[in-house]
């Protein structure tokens, strides 16, 4: 469980957001909203570990996680974290397959128990028996499902997605929101930063990082 309390971000005299408190529980899928500049990908990094709030604490299984050393920031990124962002993070120049290893080597999974968790990973996503096709050569849409894929192999506590269904139709927006759905219902916490109205009625919780700052209120 992750708990956000009285969480501030500014950049120089602009503040983003101030006043948020949040809790991110397993199982659920929680949607941060607001209008595009609110600070919704800010928030989503600040809970990566990639940018660091200006004031109020992060805690992960009680443990305060706000500013950790870069061992902790390691450790925590790799066990816990899932990343589901735009630029899908994918090594180009490789296959569906070879992208999904690296997430199979950081659970000490190889051979063909590997092979065959690659393999439900990627029918899960409607990418069945793709695994040597070159990265490069798909198109947006099936390169946020092999991040889906890789995100699925890695079965991480704490999934970030940040606009995980932009360039997509709406058969594998659904699609994207039922396997996110799957790995809450597995034990993990969901936090979807999104401008779709669907999307937002699908999670549990909705945050609207546009309403926090001197109100202090948000969660709805
Ligand atoms: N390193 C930075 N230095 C200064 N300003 C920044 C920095 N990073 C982000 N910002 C600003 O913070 C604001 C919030 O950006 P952010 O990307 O978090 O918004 P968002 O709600 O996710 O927007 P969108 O819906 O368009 O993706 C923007 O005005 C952005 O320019």
């Given amino acids: ?25 397993e199982g659920q899928l929680t949607a941060l ?11 989503l990094n600040c809970l990566g570990l990639l940018d660091g709030p200006t004031a109020g604490l992060i805690r992960y299984e009680d443990q305060d996680i706000t500013r950790p050393k870069p061992g902790a920031a390691r450790r925590f990124r790799r066990d816990v974290l899932g990343y589901l962002f735009q630029n899908y993070a994918l090594v180009e120049n490789a296959t569906i397959a ?6 199979h080597t950081a659970r000490g999974r190889k051979g063909q128990v590997a092979r065959d968790e690659t393999a439900r990973a990627l029918d899960r996503v409607g990418l069945g028996g793709r695994e040597r096709d070159r990265v490069s050569r798909l198109s947006g849409g099936e390169q946020q499902r092999v991040a889906l894929a890789r995100l699925l192999v890695k079965e991480p506590r704490l999934v970030l997605a940040d606009e995980p269904t932009g360039a997509l139709d709406r058969a594998n927006t659904e699609m994207v929101v039922d396997v996110l759905r ?5 034990g993990c916490a969901v936090v979807i930063a999104t401008h779709d109205d669907w999307v937002r009625d699908q999670c549990d919780q909705v945050f609207d990082v546009s309403s ?3 109100a202090g209120a948000g969660a709805c």
Wanted: net charge negative; proline share 2%.
């Fill in 182 to 186: 799957h790995m809450a219902e597995s």
């Fill in 33 to 43: 909203v607001g209008p595009s500049g609110s600070g919704k990908s800010t928030l």
């Fill in 212 to 214: 926090v700052g001197l």
């Fill in 98 to 103: 070879q992208n999904l290893d690296v997430a």
């Fill in 1 to 25: 469980m992750i708990v956000i309390e009285d969480l501030a971000k500014s950049y120089g005299e602009r503040m983003l957001w101030s006043g948020v408190n949040l809790t991110l529980k």
